[in-house]
């Protein structure tokens, strides 16, 4: 209930800042501003900020879309030591030993297995960018251990805190409700590419 209060009273003052904007500064009218247009204008402002086009205002969304990005590009070593430079890292300096302990085989009934190119996978240790953005990175290679030379593909993952908050119910039986934040992750904002390395004679 607080969360709701403070949004409408956020929207509020924003509506009446943008309505005061346009009569004051814009037409340079000395009517006084309408409090049905800014309560009008503080609903649309909450609908506006729960639709995917608010983000675009915001620099940290930018920020995670950029990294996902990365996932695009063919899968070459120059892709990831670009991947790598996010964890303060890279081909040579990594340390492979330490990453193969979480090292894993893929299942062939997942949707990653694919013999002879993803049958073991692992992931680096999860590093937070700000307090809205975590990100990991995922191996996938036909061999175990994981070494520089057998990394069919590196990806990058994130986590992007939109600091939206949805009403949900703790079960279809219970009566609790709670607020749920929606986060982002890279494969809502990009296609990874899974060509292995190699494949393309890259």
């Not at 937070?128 to 057998?150: D, G, K, M, W």
């Not at 009566?175 to 929606?182: G, K, L, S, V």
Request: net charge negative.
């Amino acid at each position: 209930m607080l969360f709701v209060i403070f949004m409408f009273c956020i929207a509020l003052s924003l509506s009446y800042f943008l309505l005061w904007l346009i009569y004051k500064k814009a037409f340079k009218s000395k009517k006084k501003i309408s409090k049905f247009l800014v309560f009008l204008g503080s609903i649309g402002l909450i609908i506006f900020y729960y639709t995917p086009y608010s983000f675009y205002l915001e620099p940290s969304y930018w920020q995670f879309r950029n990294m996902c990005k990365l996932n695009e590009l063919p899968n070459t070593e120059e892709k990831y030591n670009k991947i790598l430079r996010y964890f303060d890292t890279d081909l040579e300096s990594l340390d492979w030993e330490e990453l193969n302990e979480k090292t894993w085989k893929i299942s062939e009934d997942s949707g990653d297995y694919k013999k002879g190119v993803f049958e073991y996978a692992t992931l680096s240790r999860e590093k937070e960018i700000n307090f809205r953005l975590e990100i990991i990175a995922a191996f996938y290679s036909n061999q175990s251990p994981i070494t520089r030379h057998n990394t069919n593909v590196m990806a990058i993952d994130g986590a992007w805190h939109t600091r939206r908050y949805h009403l949900e119910q703790e079960s279809m039986t219970s009566y609790h409700f709670y607020w749920d934040e929606e986060t982002l992750s890279c494969v809502d904002v990009n296609a990874d590419n899974m060509t292995p390395k190699g494949a393309n004679n890259e």
